[in-house]
Every structure is written in C-alpha cells, then in structure tokens.
Nanobody, 118 residues
C-alpha cells in the first residue's frame, strides 16, 4: 500500500515561511510525478507545484517566485518551501504521486493544514 505522509504545516504570519515535507513509502518517487495540491475552505483542490518524473518543476501562477518544490530520491521525500506567505495561501496541502502505466493512478496523503494570518 502506497503511503504519503505530510508534515510541516502550521500557523504563520503573512510574509513568513514554512517548509512542507512528504515522506513516501512503497513507491518509487524517481519514476513518479510528484506534486503538492491545496484546498481552501469552500474551494476545489488545486495544483500548487509539481515535479514530473522526467521534467522540470512547474508552479501555479499564484505561487511562482515564492514556492519551490524539490525532492530527495534517496530519502523518498518531496518538499515544498513556501516563502512570503499570504493569507490566500491558507488551506489544506496534500502531497500527490501520479504513476502512469496504462492510465494515470493517483495517490494522496492525508493533508496538512497551513494557516496564514495578516
């Protein structure tokens, strides 16, 4: 059973920083598209950042220049460094792994809450 476990969320003042971590098990993140999504209250889940297995990271326009996604294949972990946080960044952040064999299969973590206050 694939497991993705997020950590690092919390309460932070606007302009502050947080680092989210996602520990993956029973999955080869080197061969997976790894990403972070978020869901704000009353809104749909949206992609924040993703590292494709064979490509460059890409980001939602709203976080470009502020967030950085990275991964450590030896630790089977994915990170999201969030700087200059804004209240609109508030939400539950989910780690995602997508593997495409014949069709895409998605795995999700349980989520970690990020709350940014002004």
């Amino acid at each position: 059973q694939v497991q993705l476990v997020e950590s690092g969320g919390g309460l932070v003042q606007a302009g502050g920083s947080l680092r989210l971590s996602c520990a993956a098990s029973r999955i080869n993140i080197r061969r997976s598209d790894m990403g972070w999504f978020r869901q704000a209250p009353g809104k749909q889940r949206e992609l924040v950042a993703q590292i494709p297995s064979g490509g460059d990271p890409h980001y939602a326009d709203s976080v470009k220049g502020r967030f950085t996604i990275s991964k450590d294949n030896t630790r089977e972990s994915v990170y999201l460094d969030m700087n200059n946080l804004k209240p609109e960044d508030t939400g539950v952040y989910f780690c995602n792994a997508q593997i495409t064999i014949r069709s895409p299969v998605n795995y999700w973590g349980q989520g970690t809450q990020v709350t940014v206050y002004s």
